[in-house]
């Protein structure tokens, strides 16, 4: 892939068949991990009558979906209030369903312009924010299962079993990059 570039409204880039393949594999894999997640909503009957839906009232076990699903309200660590608690599990089970739809959305966006076997990728300024969007959920994913902090090397020794995802990675890092500059010109 190139950098991406902007021509009046329109964002374009090009990926190759295995950047494509890596794209679309990788936020399919997300997409897939939000729905079910989303799929663990408890019915509600009330919910059904008002339309207002609920989801899970408690933090996803998985460290990938608590990255990507974030509690809506901090808890003390140290001395978590009984109603500390039951406010961050009431601001989940309200907000959470939402935040599932924006998630899923903005990966269909990413798979719907991504062609799979590569190619073209042209993009209206909305889409090219539903892209920043999926690509920034694709990293915390992956830095997440990769266990990325902040000191860690560009390169792993090779013998380490991150070292060939932490490329994708970094890959990743510079098409989100190479995208946020294109749409800012």
């Known amino acids: ?48 009558l008002t339309g207002i839906r609920t989801g899970p009232s408690t933090p996803p076990d998985d460290p990938i979906l608590g990255r990507l699903l974030p509690d809506f309200h901090r808890l003390d660590p140290d001395a978590p209030d009984p109603s500390d608690v039951d406010s961050a599990n009431a ?44 690509l920034n959920d694709v990293r915390l994913a992956l830095g997440t299962a990769l266990d990325v902090q902040e000191d860690m090397p560009e390169e792993l020794p090779p013998d380490d079993p991150r070292s060939p995802h932490l490329g994708v990675y970094h890959w990743l890092t510079w098409v989100q990059e190479t995208l946020v500059e294109a749409v800012m010109d």
Do not use: N, Y
Not at 93 to 117: N, Q, R, Y
């Open 1 to 48: 892939m190139k950098k991406w570039s902007r021509t009046g409204d329109q964002v374009l880039g090009r990926f190759d068949r295995q950047e494509a393949a890596v794209v679309r594999g990788l936020v399919s894999q997300i997409q897939d991990m939000l729905a079910a997640r989303a799929d663990e909503a408890p019915q509600d009957e009330l919910a059904e």
């Open 91 to 134: 601001l989940r089970s309200l907000h959470e369903p939402e935040l599932l739809d924006l998630k899923t959305g903005v990966a269909a966006v990413v798979l719907d312009t991504c062609p799979a076997d590569g190619g073209e990728v042209r993009l209206g300024l909305e889409q090219a924010e539903a892209w920043l969007s999926a």
